[in-house]
């Protein structure tokens, strides 16, 4: 167990629908990093944020968005959704948000099918 | 932009044989290296990192891997393969400001009894 939580662990919606998956990092981490795993485009970083402010951006979708609130959780929406967003959706944690010096924590994912 | 590519898809092994998944990366800048493993269902684990201390890192549940730039590879090895090491591995490379992970497209490692 990372520590990390994610919820839903899996969502089943229809295209054009928006859904929220939420991220609670481990305690004491301050940053919070988002990743998308799917069989066309493999492990993606999406978006970072640190202590609530934004950090790095990957490639993300301008459908997507994301935040993270004063207690550190972050919720990652998704919208106008279409078939090929279905993926599984990662959540990491870490300590200072330094790739290099922290270690990322990994939650288990939230399956998101789109249908 | 680092970039990693990871040689095969799929391994496979025999239970007690060596174990090595190759990575190349590619960087402008002296890079910072990962490998992480993916079990069925579950988020990924770190196993190990190179930020330049040392060029042969040893990591969790027996793995090490060699940073060599000459050849620009950063290969992940374990002596003798155990039927728990079947797993989906991954090897990242982070950008400069080290504020995000670069992966690799995966590889898929079977264990044979």
């Known amino acids: 167990d990372s520590g990390v939580t994610q919820t839903p662990k899996h969502l089943i919606t229809a295209t054009g629908q928006r859904v929220t998956l939420r991220c609670s990092p481990r305690s004491g981490d301050l940053s919070v990093y988002w990743y998308q795993q799917s069989l066309d485009q493999g492990l993606q970083f999406l978006i970072q944020?640190?202590?609530?402010?934004?950090?790095a951006k990957g490639n993300i979708l301008e459908r997507f968005s994301a935040q993270q609130f004063p207690d550190l959780h972050s919720e990652l929406n998704l919208s106008s959704l279409e078939l090929g967003d279905s993926a599984l959706y990662f959540c990491a944690s870490s300590l200072a948000g330094v790739a290099h010096t922290d270690t990322q924590y990994f939650g288990p994912g939230t399956r998101l099918t789109v249908l | 932009a680092q970039s990693v590519t990871q040689l095969g898809s799929h391994v496979s092994v025999s239970e007690g044989a060596l174990v090595l998944l190759r990575c190349n990366y590619s960087?402008?800048?002296?890079?910072?290296l990962f490998w992480y493993v993916q079990y069925p269902n579950q988020g990924l684990q770190l196993l190990l990192k190179?930020?330049?201390?040392?060029?042969l890192v040893k990591g969790i549940n027996g793995f090490e891997a060699e940073f060599k730039k000459s050849e620009t590879s950063f290969h992940l090895t374990k002596p003798s393969a155990h039927m728990s090491d079947a797993a989906e591995y991954f090897c990242?490379?982070?950008?400069?400001?080290?504020?995000?992970?670069?992966f690799g497209g995966g590889t898929r490692l079977m264990v044979k009894p």
């Open positions: 990242a490379v982070s950008d400069n400001a080290g504020n995000m992970l670069t």
């Open positions: 190179y930020t330049s201390a040392a060029t």
């Open positions: 944020y640190y202590n609530g402010e934004e950090r």
């Open positions: 960087s402008s800048v002296p890079p910072y």
